[in-house]
């Protein structure tokens, strides 16, 4: 359904995209942000999904900015490899990038912004910082606790598990407290709950966030 474009960020930097256009008139545009395995499979299945509900749906590949076309798969090796790409990559590039991807597609109309683990935290960011967004939803956001204080400009929903060894209870319940305007869900979950891919995949869970993340973008995006 999608195809693979090319993004200019303010700062020069080139890079790619995975771009999926609905059939007919869309209703708006969804970012969809990567986790540190890049835009894998399981990243442009998410991407033609938004597309399929009648959104220009784009992927932007944040982690070119450390080796062009990064994808990786989820045993542990994966996961080290995905660590030490985030590890070369500013949280301000990574803004920088989700700018460009909010910019090349907001011409369809409001745009909202969707992201997962490393994107979750990106998507949440987004929120606080970019321009150009109308709605944002963050799943399990490592680093969202460190930038509660951060005020949302937009709409903003986030989704966790209590089973998630990465993000205690403790920050969630930090976040929730900074900010209480915030519709925050907990699942019987762990991290990468969404992803069917993941021996931590959870069916119940993700069609639940799933759901609820749908009709908040069709309430506040299209």
């Not at 985030?86 to 909010?102: C, H």
């Not at 319940?173 to 305007?181: G, S, V």
């Not at 969404?194 to 973008?217: I, K, M, T």
């Amino acid at each position: 359904m999608g195809q693979t474009i090319t993004l200019k960020a303010k700062d020069g930097h080139s890079f790619g995209a995975y771009r999926a256009d609905p059939d007919g008139k869309p209703r708006g545009a969804i970012v969809v942000i990567q986790e540190i395995f890049g835009v894998n499979q399981h990243i442009r299945s998410v991407t033609d999904r938004y597309a399929a509900l009648g959104y220009v749906a784009i992927a932007p590949q944040v982690f070119d900015r450390a080796e062009k076309n990064f994808e990786t798969g989820y045993d542990q090796p994966s996961m080290e490899k995905g660590r030490a790409a985030r590890g070369k990559i500013s949280t301000e590039a990574l803004l920088l990038d989700t700018q460009a991807a909010i910019d090349a597609v907001k011409s369809v109309g409001k745009v909202g912004i969707i992201g997962y683990c490393m994107g979750g935290s990106v998507a949440f960011l987004a929120a606080t910082r970019l321009d150009g967004l109308s709605a944002a939803v963050g799943y399990y956001g490592g680093q969202i606790a460190a930038s509660a204080d951060e005020k949302p400009r937009i709409p903003t929903m986030l989704h966790f598990g209590d089973q998630d060894q990465s993000i205690p209870m403790t920050d969630i319940e930090k976040i929730k407290k900074a900010r209480p305007e915030t519709p925050i869900f907990v699942y019987k979950a762990g991290h990468g709950f969404h992803c069917d891919e993941r021996a931590s995949f959870n069916a119940e869970a993700a069609q639940v966030a799933a759901c609820r993340s749908q009709e908040f973008l069709l309430k506040n995006v299209g």
